[in-house]
């Protein structure tokens, strides 16, 4: 890579693709050379270094495989990568020019990032354990990436602890009342006017509980995070999950 790094947004149409976009011009280093959206040919990616990705979950396996064909670094912040994706792209990376680099991060907010350790940090402590994530009403799935990677590291905790299941008795829910599963543990979804990006995280013990929470009011609150992965993604080749590993966390 030359002095700066030039960067291409795909989705840069979009909540979080115009703010980076934004962040991107105003960074130290950093070139924005190129916008793409939903329709556009992404051809030579703009002669972009690093790619930041954000645009919806069907859409972002083929833009990210785009970029590693062309050995073109990737920072991802659209959800839906669960393993099975995950086990595609490490294929197809080991096919890409050496050196190449993705990111794939499930929640690009510092407060967000501990959180999640935190809350695998507690999980084998606790019997019960369940997570609620609060989102604006104009998001697409569910739940949300972050709720899953969430319950993905509390799940394994709990099982390398050698708990068993969370006690729950309920036996009749004709209407999905006690929420999905994810990894064993129950995730509930809310979606409300006026919120941006919440989670809770509720551990219960014999006359105690846990409440871990993180609020992101603002998508100013990702921005760090995204730049940070833009600046240091070409020193990690291979498919990396969570910007945690870039903080030494
Ligand atoms: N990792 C993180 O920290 C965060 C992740 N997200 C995730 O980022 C994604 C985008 O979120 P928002 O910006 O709120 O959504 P949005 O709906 O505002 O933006 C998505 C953009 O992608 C575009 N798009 C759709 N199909 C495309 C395609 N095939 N190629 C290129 N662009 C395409 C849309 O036209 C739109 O402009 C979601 O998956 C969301 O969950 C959102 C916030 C933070
Ligand atoms: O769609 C959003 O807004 C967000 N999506 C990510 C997720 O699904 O976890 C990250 C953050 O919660 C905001």
Same mark, same amino acid.
């Given at each position: 890579?030359?002095?700066?790094?030039?960067?291409? #947004? !795909?989705?840069?149409?979009?909540?979080?693709?115009?703010?980076?976009?934004?962040?991107?011009?105003?960074?130290?280093?950093?070139?924005? =050379?190129?916008? $793409?959206?939903?329709?556009?040919?992404?051809?030579?990616?703009?002669?972009?270094? /690093?790619?930041?990705? $954000?645009?919806?979950?069907?859409?972002?396996?083929?833009?990210?495989? +785009?970029?590693?064909?062309?050995?073109?670094?990737?920072? =991802?912040?659209?959800?839906?990568?669960?393993?099975?994706?995950?086990?595609?792209?490490?294929?197809?990376?080991?096919?890409?020019?050496?050196?190449?680099?993705?990111?794939? %991060?499930?929640?690009?907010?510092?407060?967000?990032?501990?959180?999640?350790?935190?809350?695998?940090?507690?999980?084998? $402590?606790?019997?019960? =354990?369940?997570? #609620?994530?609060? +989102? *604006?009403?104009?998001? /697409?799935?569910?739940?949300?990436?972050?709720?899953?990677?969430?319950?993905?590291? !509390?799940? %394994?905790?709990?099982?390398?602890?050698?708990? @068993?299941? !969370?006690?729950?008795?309920?036996? +009749?829910?004709?209407? @999905?009342?006690?929420?999905?599963?994810?990894?064993?543990?129950?995730? *509930?979804? #809310?979606?409300?006017?006026?919120?941006?990006?919440?989670?809770? #995280?509720?551990?219960?013990?014999?006359?105690?509980?846990?409440?871990?929470?993180?609020?992101? $009011?603002?998508?100013?609150?990702?921005?760090?995070?995204?730049?940070?992965?833009?600046?240091?993604?070409?020193? *990690?080749?291979?498919?990396?999950?969570?910007?945690? +590993?870039?903080?030494?966390?």
């Amino acid at each position: 890579m030359s002095d700066m790094i030039k960067v291409s #947004v !795909i989705g840069a149409s979009g909540r979080m693709g115009s703010t980076v976009c934004d962040a991107v011009e105003a960074a130290t280093g950093l070139e924005l =050379v190129g916008r $793409f959206d939903q329709g556009d040919d992404l051809g030579d990616l703009a002669g972009a270094d /690093v790619v930041v990705e $954000f645009s919806v979950p069907d859409a972002s396996p083929a833009n990210v495989a +785009h970029c590693v064909e062309r050995g073109v670094h990737c920072v =991802v912040g659209t959800t839906g990568w669960r393993e099975e994706r995950l086990a595609r792209l490490r294929a197809q990376i080991e096919k890409a020019p050496e050196g190449t680099g993705v990111l794939i %991060a499930p929640n690009f907010a510092i407060g967000a990032i501990l959180m999640m350790s935190f809350a695998a940090q507690a999980a084998r $402590f606790y019997e019960s =354990v369940e997570v #609620v994530e609060l +989102h *604006h009403p104009r998001k /697409v799935d569910a739940p949300s990436g972050t709720a899953a990677r969430t319950a993905d590291l !509390i799940g %394994a905790a709990r099982e390398e602890a050698g708990l @068993g299941p !969370i006690p729950d008795a309920t036996e +009749h829910d004709p209407d @999905g009342a006690r929420g999905a599963r994810v990894h064993g543990v129950p995730v *509930h979804s #809310v979606r409300l006017r006026g919120l941006v990006a919440h989670q809770e #995280v509720l551990l219960g013990g014999e006359g105690e509980m846990l409440t871990i929470r993180h609020d992101s $009011f603002d998508r100013a609150s990702f921005m760090p995070g995204v730049i940070e992965g833009v600046r240091r993604v070409g020193e *990690h080749p291979g498919v990396t999950v969570g910007l945690e +590993h870039y903080l030494g966390l």
